[in-house]
């Protein structure tokens, strides 16, 4: 039998039974729509990441304070301090720029509207640009006003809608806890980086949160400490140097040895990886829920080609009596079977690509159709079909064509 | 000139294994010419239905030798013995055997999808020699028509035509006419006959004696074994029987 014969044959056994083949095909059909759906979410995350990347620049290092117990005969130290940050800008080279946070939250009030437990993040003036935040209204805070400590901030996006709404909030004062700010600018709206929600804070100069926020009984000896401090390091240095330069300086300001180190130092780039990790392994877990279903739609076919080799028994016996061999009955029901997983492939890509798009519209998720998905959803899809109709197929050309005859 | 089309030697055919086995048939010597229209009677059980599976390529004889149109068939493979079905042998059912919802060209035209011989008909000259086929049984008319669509009689002719499709060497009917009323059966026969005047050899199973009187031979199956051989008085030229009871 030649192949095209096979092939109008299965198709017409196909049509001959539409509600059938088309449960039949059902499993086929959601395992390659899952496939398609799930890598094209798990791309559009990784574009996500990739997107923030390029949006924070690789060239970022975080130094961020471990607090340490501290030995017998050790004082406990709070690990970074505001003068650090000054430090490295002065003492390590191929730094561009250093930025420093430190954080709280407050309970805010502008006229009648109250906000609990905003967060409130004192930094310095490099912070705009190593964060790559934009003034959308107003200005950013001096130098001078840091020195001064003078009673100023900045509101994300968010505060400044939830507050004022559409009017302009510049020149207004609100209340931060007990203390009177003048506001003197707005951002624009950032959004989420990471879990970091840019747009729902509000931003003054470092030292007023110190003085105002976070008061702290060790100050007096030890420095102001903070949380973090962000190095810009400049383009084309190596990173790598610039981080062992740190580490060299913050050690001898410490007093500490490599071993008893009160920072850490990460960079942007480990930051990504650990979440690309994550996501690899998001992926792999829906890979396999996905080939599951696969593999549960292949039984689906087998199942269903065994009732119909049973069924057609008497058909496989007329074939038989006028010179159909073993290889043809075979050929006939695997090309059914590889067919019944094809359409069922094709029909699943169909709505796993139309779900993506609906799912990425109705959800904030963002979803990249990857043509390698349908590929390798398509290839899986026709291997379980030619792997599960095997037997069916196998059992239909073993039949005797007497006892295939005789059956009603 | 005439050749021998069929010819067995001591075939056995046995059922089973052990105290249960059943021998079917006990060493039948048989042998038909081209040309012949031979029918097989016997009661129930006697082996009819074995040794025509035997003859047609559908089964293996236990033991003995079956030579057919001058190829020593009996030890061949599963394959095998499908393409000397498709070649050589058309074959007729008391039950039609046609598939259902096709269309009667599409049934005549299906021993020529497995037909792996070297001249390959096209598709078109295939459905050309079909609709031929169809027309010599009488059924040029209803070439689309489905078996549902069909009466016994006419579901029986489109077999017909299926048998000749692939020029057979012999056609092979089992009770053609068991299913059907006499008028329907009649006519069946007669288109038989037709077709035997032409040329064809044609082995049948029937139960009834007047549809055998009209062959040229009538073997009498017995328990396995050759009972008795009649001879119809249509007297065939080249006629040598070789008959051995058990
Ligand atoms: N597949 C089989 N398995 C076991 N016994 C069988 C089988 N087919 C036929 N027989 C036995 O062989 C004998 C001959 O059967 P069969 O050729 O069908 O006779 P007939 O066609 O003359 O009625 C019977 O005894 C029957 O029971
Ligand atoms: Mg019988």
């Keep these: 039998m030649k192949p095209l014969e096979a092939i109008r044959i299965a198709w017409e056994a196909i049509l001959k039974n539409k509600v059938r083949s088309l449960l039949t095909m059902l499993g086929i059909i959601i395992g390659v729509a899952a496939v398609i759906i799930m890598v094209a979410i798990s791309a559009g995350t990784e574009a996500t990441i990739q997107d923030q990347i390029t949006s924070l620049g690789s060239n970022l290092v975080f130094v961020q304070g471990a607090m340490t117990r501290g030995g017998p005969g050790q004082a406990p130290t709070g690990g970074l301090v505001y003068d650090d940050a000054a430090a490295i800008q002065d003492g390590v080279s191929g730094v561009k720029a250093v930025v420093v946070e430190q954080n709280s939250s407050e309970t805010i009030k502008a006229g009648d509207v109250t906000l609990e437990d905003v967060e409130i993040l004192g930094t310095t003036t490099g912070f705009p640009s190593v964060r790559d935040m934009d003034i959308a209204e107003g200005r950013y805070f001096t130098d001078q006003e840091i020195e001064r400590k003078t009673k100023v901030a900045i509101l994300g996006y968010d505060v400044a809608q939830e507050l004022f709404g559409d009017a302009s909030p510049i020149g207004e004062y609100i209340k931060v806890g007990n203390t009177q700010i003048a506001i003197i600018g707005v951002f624009k709206e950032k959004g989420l980086v990471g879990n970091t929600d840019f747009d729902s804070r509000i931003y003054m100069p470092i030292s007023v949160v110190f003085q105002k926020f976070t008061p702290s009984m060790f100050a007096r000896f030890m420095g102001d400490s903070v949380r973090m401090i962000y190095v810009e390091v400049e383009d084309g240095v190596n990173q790598d140097t610039v981080i062992a330069g740190i580490e060299r300086l913050l050690v001898k300001r410490h007093d500490v040895t490599t071993d008893t180190e009160d920072f850490t130092i990460t960079t942007q780039q480990d930051i990504i990886s650990t979440r690309e990790s994550t996501t690899a392994a998001f992926r792999s877990l829906l890979a396999w829920v996905a080939g599951v279903s696969l593999i549960v739609g292949g039984i689906g076919i087998m199942n269903i080609m065994l009732v119909s080799v049973t069924e057609r028994t008497r058909e496989i016996g007329i074939r038989q009596a006028v010179g159909a061999t073993p290889a043809d009955i075979r050929l006939q029901f695997l090309t059914e079977a590889l067919m019944l997983s094809v359409v069922g492939g094709l029909i699943g890509t169909l709505v796993g690509i139309s779900g993506a798009y609906i799912f990425g519209a109705l959800s904030d998720m963002r979803t990249v159709i990857q043509a390698s998905s349908i590929l390798l959803a398509f290839g899986s899809a026709a291997a379980v079909g030619a792997f599960f109709g095997y037997y069916p197929a196998n059992q239909a050309a073993q039949l005797d064509p007497i006892e295939a005859l005789r059956y009603e | ?246």
Excluded: W
């Design chain 2, 1 to 246: 000139m005439s050749a021998t089309i069929i010819e067995t030697v001591d075939i056995t055919k046995i059922y089973g294994m052990g105290d249960i086995s059943v021998a079917a048939l006990n060493g039948i010597n048989l042998k038909i010419e081209a040309g012949e229209f031979v029918a097989i009677m016997g009661p129930s059980g006697s082996g009819k239905s074995t040794l025509m599976h035997i003859l047609g390529c559908l089964s293996q004889p236990t033991s003995g030798q079956y030579i057919l149109d001058g190829e020593d068939v009996s030890h061949l493979d599963k394959a095998q013995l499908a393409a000397v079905r498709n070649r050589k042998i058309g074959f007729i059912f008391q039950a039609y055997n046609l598939l259902a919802r096709t269309s009667a060209l599409r049934n005549v035209t299906l021993p020529l999808l497995y037909n792996h011989a070297d001249a390959k008909l096209s598709v078109e000259d295939g459905d050309q020699k079909a609709r031929a086929m169809l027309e010599l049984v009488g059924l040029g008319e209803r070439v689309n028509h489905q078996p549902h669509e069909l009466s016994g009689g006419q579901q029986q002719r489109v077999a017909i035509a299926r048998a000749l499709i692939n020029d057979p060497v012999m056609v092979i009917a089992d009770e053609p006419t068991g299913n059907l009323d006499s008028r329907s059966g009649e006519e069946i026969m007669n288109l038989l006959h037709k077709l035997h005047s032409q040329g064809t050899t044609i082995v049948m199973v029937t139960h009834d004696p007047k549809i055998a009187a009209h062959t040229q031979r009538t073997v009498i199956l017995k328990d396995g074994v050759i009972d008795v051989i009649n001879h119809n008085g249509n007297h065939h030229p080249t006629l040598e029987v070789q008959h051995e009871a058990a």
